[in-house]
């Protein structure tokens, strides 16, 4: 019996999908449930599971290709052998008796579990016996042949090229990559950015957290970092500046009344901006739960769409990479998205001395067409009145 296997059914926005990699070739023997192909969209990679047992008689498209949802993409036979094994018996039936002479019954038991017929492997022992040091030395050279061929494609991506060669490399783009542009074209040519500066003295922060991280790490199981303090403070601040949390469809304004904020997180494909849901309502760890369960997840290709759809702002530190100062691009349909930096002593003046405090320049990127550049500072102000006491923030004041 003959089983389709078809692209699953791709969410609303995202038109199409485009074949990444196919983890299994005609022939090939697959069971329910194990991972046949990846096809990569605008946000994510999806995996399309075996639907049962059986053997891939057929593949339709190869990778590179462009698929649609429901599209058939292979075909796989059910409740037939492969053809490596379906030819095995009739083998096995000649020359059974031969082999078992020919070789020990833990030699046998070698070549069974590594796929191996008698016929690959040249015997040095008596009479042309197979040893299992034939055995152990043919996976070996094997191995070390599929090395050089196994890695190329990849590492010619990311590898410079030699100096002085005049070597050109031409690569296609992502999906993510180019989806990433797309937006960003978008956000500039249909939004009036503007961004407003600040900086902030996180002396009070580094303190709390050398005085609480080991505490908090062993209560909670996570790290106390930055960013659940930053995203504490940017929540109070959007309820005090509304129209920060706010967007922009056609000639309406959107209002949110809850918080759901965006954290970018750099991955090798790209840049994707996983969502904090209901950030107002989590504490500091369920935070920092929330980031290093995506990050992780970003870094392994196993986001979902629903957990990068929505966001009503986004944070983006770009300080982990040495940024100083840049201007971030807002994330549409939202109006604002706040820059991180990177940390760095710098000599302010305290009650009239000179001190050294560990300073960070903070960027608000934001849409002129809600947000007047008054609410702009103000928003920032308060971001930064309330990293430089974090009292404030249990406070509410």
């Known amino acids: ?131 299992k040091e034939d055995v152990v030395s043919f996976i070996t050279s094997n191995r070390k042949a599929e090395k050089p061929t196994a890695a190329p494609a990849e590492v010619s991506k990311q590898q410079p090229l030699p100096a002085g060669s005049r070597e050109e490399r031409r690569v296609p783009m992502s999906r993510l990559r180019a989806k990433v542009a797309e937006r960003l074209l978008q956000a500039q040519h249909n939004a009036a950015i503007l961004t407003t500066f600040n900086e902030v003295n996180l002396q009070a922060v580094m303190d709390l957290r050398a005085e609480y991280k080991d505490s908090f790490e062993k209560k909670h199981g996570v790290k106390l970092g930055f960013m659940s303090f930053f995203t504490k403070a940017v929540v109070e601040s959007l309820k005090r500046f509304p129209a920060v ?87 549409p349909p939202q109006t604002g998205i706040l820059g991180m930096h990177k940390i760095q002593d710098r000599p302010v003046v305290e009650k009239g001395q000179i001190v050294i405090r560990p300073m960070m320049y903070l960027a608000l990127s934001y849409d002129h067409r809600l947000i007047d550049g008054k609410d702009s500072v103000q928003f920032l102000v308060s971001v930064k009145e309330l990293l430089e006491d974090p009292s404030r923030l249990l406070l509410n004041v």
């Open 1 to 131: 019996m003959s089983i389709e296997v078809k692209v699953p059914a791709l969410p609303e926005s995202v038109a199409d999908a485009t074949i990444a990699t196919w983890h299994k070739k005609v022939g090939d023997k697959v069971t329910r449930d194990e991972n046949m192909v990846d096809l990569e969209t605008d946000k994510v990679v999806l995996e399309v599971p075996a639907p049962a047992d059986g053997v891939l008689t057929e593949i339709l498209f190869k990778e590179g290709a462009t698929v649609t949802s429901g599209e058939l993409l292979a075909r796989i036979e059910v409740g037939v052998a492969s053809a490596d094994t379906a030819s095995a018996p009739a083998k096995d039936d000649e020359k059974n008796g031969e082999d078992e002479q020919a070789s020990s019954p833990a030699v046998r038991r070698m070549m069974a579990e590594n796929d191996l017929q008698p016929s690959q492997i040249k015997g040095s022992g008596k009479e042309g016996r197979i040893t």
């Open 245 to 331: 949390n706010a967007s922009v469809d056609e000639q309406d304004i959107v209002y949110h009344g809850y918080y759901d904020v965006g954290i970018a997180v750099s991955t090798e494909r790209g840049l994707v901006v996983p969502v904090i849901r209901d950030a107002d309502q989590l504490s500091m760890a369920e935070i920092e739960q929330a980031i290093g369960d995506y990050a992780g997840r970003a870094r392994q290709g196993r986001l979902t769409m629903e957990d990068m759809q929505g966001g009503t702002f986004t944070i983006t530190n770009g300080g982990v990479f040495g940024s100083l100062l840049a201007t971030p691009i807002i994330n």
